[in-house]
């Protein structure tokens, strides 16, 4: 769920929140996500939202003001998530180039784990306003910063591009794993993980071929 992440920016006018207050939003973040993977943004309505989390209309309206303020503080609370995750699977390995695969290996366990979410974000999230852009790509740029010493570790000449890129690629990795790619070649998240390291630290030609029983093609 995401109760144990509810650490984002809130709007001003909200006033400190209580315990039991921190849990019933978390709840309606959790419906929310649940709502919005399976009718989209735009079909998706509050209605659907509090009967999805067992409460009324009024307790959603001491939280959110909107559907679309459910729907950011959802991408705020995502992000915080992944990076969360990141920073654990990474924070403890000296090596950096397994701190590198350790990093990776976190994040498309995220997306495995969340793939409805990422989905529906790709599709909708960032053609709803500016706004919605705007946090997605200072996710971007935060993951790409984390990485960023790790590839000056590696002897990377321009670690801020270098992280831009290896960000990209993973994302894109991701997408393909889960909406694009054959059923007959589905790879698990360490071998994904390991396979873009390989690509970018050492080049296509340093690709392993991962064996069924790895989790590589026709796993």
Known sequence: MVTDVSVSGRAMYELPLTQRQWVRRGELLEAARRIFERDGYHTATVSAIVQAAGLSQGAFYLYFPDKKAVFAALQEEMATLLRRRIYWATRDEPDPARRLEAGLKAYFEFYDEYRAWNHRLAL???????????????????????????????????????????????????????????????????????????????????????????????A
């Open 124 to 218: 909708e999230g960032l053609g709803i306003d500016e706004s919605f852009e705007a946090r997605q790509r200072q996710l971007y740029e935060t993951l790409a910063g984390g990485f960023a010493p790790t590839l000056t570790e590696l002897g990377v000449q321009h670690p801020q591009i270098a992280a831009a890129g290896l960000i990209g690629m993973a994302a894109q990795v991701a997408y393909w794993q889960h909406y694009q790619r054959q059923p007959s070649v589905a790879m698990s998240p360490a071998i994904l993980a390991s396979v873009c390291a390989s690509l970018f630290l050492n080049g296509a030609p340093s690709i392993p071929s991962p064996s069924p029983s790895q989790g590589g093609p026709h």
